[in-house]
């Protein structure tokens, strides 16, 4: 363990870590109301059907995390690769009907723009930003009129001609913290992503006119994390040694571990760790994650040392802790006795 002392006398400014993008792969969830899509079938002069096809699947996508409020300004689609079920659809009658199959209907999805933009304050975007494709089945089935008897329809292929389409309406990204391993901080993501694919089904070889539409809400979840530099890393960054954490190479009066916990840098070290005012001592940080756990000590006689108890801490906690937001100053209050003050690092 390392140490920082100082003789305890009596707004620190917080510098942002700032935003890391982060790729998570999100699968659809299996629950009643959610990926599940209509399919209408209009046909001319005979009618319209409809059926719901369920999707399940995976979409990836890449966000853009803030560690401390756990919130994004970015959702960018990279990819999908998403499943329908196969649905049937028919309507009319003796004059006239018809009987089509979807086959191992699939879709990708993906941000024609990138980033797509997110409101960080509730997690919400224009859907519109993104895009859903049907890439992948076959639409299969037969016509007859009375005037016609059968009609040749052929297949239609969605691979080969993709069926194209914009979100629709608001869609939703909510992201919670979720586990620590090592050095990552987890969270885990749910996307909502509203989608309307209408288009005329085009073909030379068709008889009668026909639109598909497919409407519904894509609802995935997963989790993506945000890692940060070991002291290893952070000493190659800063340039001091590796195995250096005892040394005082930033801050004449700071070991480098203890620098590296608090965020700091060979740009921001300061040569005290504390500011003093009437309302107490308030402990300096240089971002607002912790990367170490320390502990804030205090003394009568500099021989018996003790944590700082809660009820004497004005803001924040004596123990901070790998991943915990600095974003709320630290600051020991004035307890009436000359005390002295220590900064450890474990």
């Known amino acids: 363990m390392r140490s920082f002392l100082i003789i305890f006398l009596g707004a620190i400014p917080i510098f942002s870590f700032g935003q890391i993008a982060n790729r998570a792969v999100l699968t659809l969830v299996d629950e009643a109301g ?54 049937t659809l028919d309507a009319g009658g003796f004059l006239a009907n018809y009987s089509f199959q979807s086959k191992n209907l699939g879709f990708t999805a993906f941000t024609p723009q990138a980033p797509g933009i997110v409101n960080p304050s509730n997690g919400e975007f224009d859907a ?27 297949d239609f292929n969605f691979a080969t001609d993709n069926f194209v389409g914009n979100g629709e309406g608001t869609g939703s990204v909510a992201i919670t913290p979720g586990r620590i391993e090592g050095r990552k901080l987890y969270f885990n993501v749910t996307l909502e992503f509203p989608a309307l694919i ?12 026909a639109n598909v539409k497919i409407e519904g809400t894509l609802k995935a979840v997963g989790e993506t994390f945000i890692e940060f530099p070991d002291y290893t890393d952070w000493a190659s960054e800063v340039g001091v040694g590796a195995t250096s954490r005892n040394e005082f190479d930033l801050s004449p009066n700071t070991p480098n571990g203890i620098l590296f916990s608090l965020g700091f840098d060979e740009t921001n070290s300061p040569d005290q760790l504390f500011d003093f005012s009437s309302a107490g001592a308030t402990l300096k940080i240089g971002q ?49 006795t000359r005390k002295y003050l220590r900064v450890r690092d474990f």
């Open 34 to 87: 959610a990926n599940e899509v209509d399919i209408d079938l209009d046909v001319s002069n005979i009618g319209s059907s409809n059926d719901t096809s369920d999707l399940s699947g995976t979409i990836e996508v890449q966000l853009n995390i803030s560690p401390v409020t756990a919130t994004t300004d970015e959702m960018t689609i990279l990819s999908a690769d998403v499943n329908g079920t196969d649905v």
């Open 128 to 154: 519109s930003q993104h895009e859903l494709t049907a890439n992948r089945g076959t639409l299969e089935g037969e016509a007859y009129t009375l005037l016609t008897g059968s009609l040749d329809i052929p």
């Open 198 to 209: 209408e288009q005329p089904i085009e073909s030379e070889d068709l008889p009668v006119d």
């Open 288 to 336: 607002d994650v912790a990367l170490g756990a320390v502990e804030i000590q205090w003394s009568d006689d500099l021989i018996t040392w003790t944590r700082v108890p809660r009820a004497d801490m004005t803001s924040g906690s004596s123990v901070i802790s790998f991943g915990d937001p600095l974003t709320e100053a630290t600051v020991v209050g004035p307890d009436g």
